[in-house]
Nanobody
Framework: QVRLAESGGGSVEAGGSLTLSCAAS?????MAWFRQAPGQAREGIAS????????RYADSVKGRFTIAQDSSKTTLFLQMSALKPEDTAMYYCAAANYNLFIRPLSAEEYSDWGQGTQVTVSS
């Protein structure tokens, strides 16, 4: 089991930027960011396959968010720009022990999860 710890959440005005970080206790094959707003289902928004650098984005964040890793591949980042009030949610980091080429934004594919970090975007 991989331990994951998110950080970097906070409050920002619409149009602003924020970068989230996720520290993993070990290397994993695929990592991703999910978010969940109150009363809504958990949404996969960005994923990265560590070995091949393959990334995938949800349409809701494409062009505004960027997923990346550091050189050790144990710290995951989510660079968020042009933030909107509808981006307000709890953001979670997730990890899977294999390369996820199919359904990389599906929560069911991930075995390890962080505790989440809150992002609030005001209008």
């Amino acid at each position: 089991q991989v331990r994951l710890a998110e950080s970097g959440g906070g409050s920002v005005e619409a149009g602003g930027s924020l970068t989230l970080s996720c520290a993993a206790s070990a290397f994993t094959a695929t990592m991703a960011w999910f978010r969940q707003a109150p009363g809504q289902a958990r949404e996969g928004i960005a994923s990265i396959i560590t070995g091949g650098y393959t990334t995938r984005y949800a349409d809701s964040v494409k062009g505004r968010f960027t997923i990346a890793q550091d050189s050790s591949k144990t710290t995951l980042f989510l660079q968020m720009s042009a933030l909107k009030p509808e981006d307000t949610a709890m953001y979670y980091c997730a990890a899977a022990n294999y390369n996820l080429f199919i359904r990389p934004l599906s929560a069911e594919e991930y075995s390890d999860w962080g505790q989440g970090t809150q992002v609030t975007v005001s209008s």
